[in-house]
Structure formats: C-alpha cells, structure tokens
C-alpha cells in the first residue's frame, strides 16, 4: 500500500483544514489508518485512527472534540478534518496503515505516506 498525504497549508488560528490520505493498492478496506504528527523538534505523536470499516474511531486527546477522521473505501482515502486549529497543532502530519486498530504507537502501522505541513498562525 502507497499512501499520499495532502491538505496541509497555512492557517491562522481558530480555522479549519481537511487533510487527505490517499492510497493506492486493491486491499485499502483492510487496513486500519492512522494520523501522527511531528511537530520541529518534538517526537512524532499519535493524532487519531479509524478502523477498516469506518465504524470506529479513536483520538488523542489534544484534538478530540476539533478533529474527525473519516473514509471512503470506494475512494481509498480517509480524511482528517480539523477545526478550532491552535498554534500548537503546527506540524508534519503524516497518515499510516496497518492491521490493528485502535493503536497509537508509531510502531504498529505497517506503511506510511510523506508528510503534509500545517502551519497555524497565531
């Protein structure tokens, strides 16, 4: 599985943006998709996953309640949207694929895509 990250851009603070992860591969359906972000200097850090089907989520708590991850395996993407943007959300975000759901560690997912840069403006 190929995945393609997009969506980021600049952003002032208290804005939207929708992120996309696009994949390429017949067995998308199959794979749990998660997003991390990296933020300069800081480890990646888990953000939110969705399982195979769609039907379950599961956030981290600095963005649950902004963030909705979502998807369309007819589509092979999920999409993050994030509202209510903060300057802290600033990073790289990259969306993954793997077998278990829910996971959050960087370890678990088998494939990744390159990063997209959100910048949010104070």
């Known amino acids: 599985v190929q995945l393609q990250a997009s969506g980021g851009g600049l952003v002032q603070a208290g804005g939207s943006l929708r992120l996309s992860c696009v994949a390429s591969g017949r067995t998308f359906s199959s794979y749990a998709v998660g997003w991390f972000r990296q933020a300069p200097g800081k480890e990646r850090e888990f953000v939110a996953t969705?399982?195979?089907?769609?039907?379950?989520?599961y956030y981290a708590g600095s963005v649950k309640g902004r963030s909705t991850i979502s998807r369309d395996n007819a589509e092979n993407t999920v999409y993050l949207q994030m509202n209510s943007l903060k300057f802290e959300d600033t990073a790289v975000y990259y969306c993954?694929?793997?077998?278990?759901?829910?996971?959050?560690?960087?370890?678990?997912?088998?494939?990744w895509g390159q990063g997209t840069l959100v910048t949010v403006s104070s």
């Open positions: 993954a694929a793997g077998f278990r759901f829910p996971v959050v560690g960087a370890e678990t997912y088998e494939y």
């Open positions: 969705i399982n195979w089907s769609g039907d379950s989520t």
